[in-house]
């Protein structure tokens, strides 16, 4: 039985990973855990995420993956050192591979970050840049609207202009020139940040360089995938299977099947 990569998130945004695993790493099984029902994440506290996490990981790990990918920038913030803690194979964030994408593609030494409340308020970008290069200078900015907005599936082009506008206009005239988009969900929206930040700010996904850290640390272990599997991938969602479905399968062109888990949601405090 081949061993899959585990890839949790809030929602939908870790499918922006999940793409490019399954682009760089074709022979590789994937199984994907959406908490749909108790996205977003950014507004709850670090506890509440932590418990989250814990929750699901503690569900993945009945199927036995060969590694944990935490595709949520507020989750690798808060808990991913308290989940290395909890299991025995890797466990990898998202955090760390966009800061260094970021150093790699930055000339004027000048990044911005957007996220969600709990990311930028943890300051895990901030301290992973400048854990590189001290120097870095970088201009943060929550952006609240837009994980819920891409939860919602609804990407006309014309509203998803006025949110990703109203989000980014404090970073307007700051003089940066690279982006990151500090949550798996933005990639969703590249076209209206991209437009809205212009052609001299490169945007930062870390979902690329995620993917190739997934190769290097399984290929370091000896547990990449033998050639010749056809993985089948296996998606499961907190809550609108219906809405995961159409979202994933427009993002990842290919047919999915979802598995509903339900549980408790509480109110966000």
């Not at 699901?56 to 808990?79: G, S």
């Amino acid at each position: 039985m081949q061993q899959a990569i585990a890839v949790l998130d809030s929602g939908v945004g870790g499918l922006t990973v999940v793409k490019e695993v399954m682009r760089q790493l074709p022979q590789e099984k994937v199984i994907y855990f959406g908490d749909t029902a108790r996205s977003p994440y950014g507004p709850r506290s670090a506890g509440e995420v932590r418990k989250f996490t814990r929750q699901i990981v503690d569900y993945l790990v009945q199927f036995n993956p060969k590694m944990i990918v935490i595709a949520c920038n507020t989750a690798t913030a808060v808990a991913i050192d308290d989940i290395r803690e909890r299991v025995s194979i890797p466990v990898l964030g998202v955090i760390s591979p966009g800061a260094r994408a970021a150093i790699k593609h930055t000339k004027s030494g000048i990044i911005g970050v957007i996220g969600t409340d709990g990311t930028i308020r943890s300051k895990a970008y901030e301290q992973a840049l400048r854990l590189i290069s001290p120097q870095i200078q970088v201009y943060s900015q929550p952006c609240p609207l837009l994980a819920p907005f891409v939860e919602q599936g609804m990407f006309d082009p014309t509203r998803s202009l006025e949110v990703v506008e109203q989000s980014l206009r404090p970073l307007a005239g700051k003089p940066m020139d690279c982006l990151i988009l500090g949550c798996t969900h933005y990639p969703f929206l590249t076209e209206a940040i991209s437009s809205v930040m212009g052609p001299d700010v490169t945007l930062i996904s870390s979902a690329d360089e995620t993917a190739r850290e997934i190769s290097t640390i399984l290929y370091h272990q000896n547990l990449l995938a033998s050639s010749g599997f056809l993985p089948i991938h296996q998606f499961f969602c907190s809550g609108e299977p219906e809405r995961f479905k159409k979202i994933a399968e427009g993002w990842l062109k290919e047919q999915i099947s979802i598995t509903p888990v339900v549980w408790q949601v509480p109110t966000i405090i």
